[in-house]
């Protein structure tokens, strides 16, 4: 049982590129969710997901796509990275039930030159 | 706008002092208050949990205590450890539509256990 998964953990663009950060679990979560962290700006969520083919936006969602096809993952698109993406990614996953605590993995470090 | 506002930004604590992180927070529609610890290079992991009804909860050494007329939260480390060392998170939590949490975070303090 892995838990939540995330690849790369390290990578750095140039502006303008784009990239796919990768997200995965397997304890059958229908609740996913991205968030990136800056410092001094704790955790602020990009994107959310309730199950396969239903995305939400959540507090910071410019630049960023997601899309959830299966269960099991949800990736993060950046489209044109700018140096203002440069942040720590965490995905998370969590039941739909009642239960409140989600599942962090274990980040991405993206850097945007 | 920043929904949970989260002090001191770092602290530092002796071997068996406690340690006090305060939160407060202004969305009344919040209904669940979880605090995360994290470790360098290591995502988020719950610690501790409270609904808005409760005014303590206490597991181990760790205490949340709840103010709900004063919107605000903190929590307390007993018997601080050099292992508690680590940023601590505080959030607040909604139902998103559909289901499922909508966490908001406040900014981190980052505690240091000392000897």
């Known amino acids: 049982n892995a838990g939540v998964t995330q690849t790369p953990k390290f990578q750095v663009l140039k502006t303008g590129q784009s990239m796919t950060l990768q997200c995965a679990q397997d304890?059958?979560?229908?609740?996913m969710s991205w968030y990136r962290q800056d410092p001094g700006m704790g955790l602020r969520l990009i994107h959310y997901?309730?199950?396969?083919?239903?995305?939400d936006q959540g507090e910071v969602p410019n630049g960023y796509n997601v899309s959830r096809s299966t269960t099991e993952d949800f990736p993060l698109r950046l489209l044109s990275a700018a140096p203002s993406q440069t942040s720590v990614y965490f995905c998370a996953s969590s039941p739909l039930s009642e239960s409140y605590e989600q599942y962090f993995g274990p980040g991405t470090r993206l850097t945007v030159t | 706008q920043q929904q949970v506002k989260q002090s001191p930004q770092s602290l530092i604590v002796q071997k068996g002092g406690i340690s006090i992180i305060n939160c407060a927070y202004e969305n009344t529609a919040f209904d669940y208050f979880p605090w995360y610890q994290q470790f360098p290079g290591k995502g988020p992991a719950l610690l501790i949990a409270i609904r808005p009804d409760v005014s303590e909860k206490k597991e181990g050494r760790f205490t949340i205590s709840f103010n709900k007329s004063a919107k605000q939260f903190s929590l307390h480390i007993m018997d601080s450890q050099p292992g508690d060392s680590a940023t601590y998170f505080c959030?607040?939590?909604?139902?998103?539509?559909?289901?499922?949490?909508?966490?908001?975070f406040g900014t981190g303090t980052q505690l240091k256990v000392e000897l």
């Open positions: 997901s309730v199950g396969a083919g239903i995305t």
């Open positions: 304890m059958n979560h229908e609740y």
């Open positions: 959030a607040a939590s909604i139902r998103s539509t559909g289901g499922g949490n909508k966490l908001t």
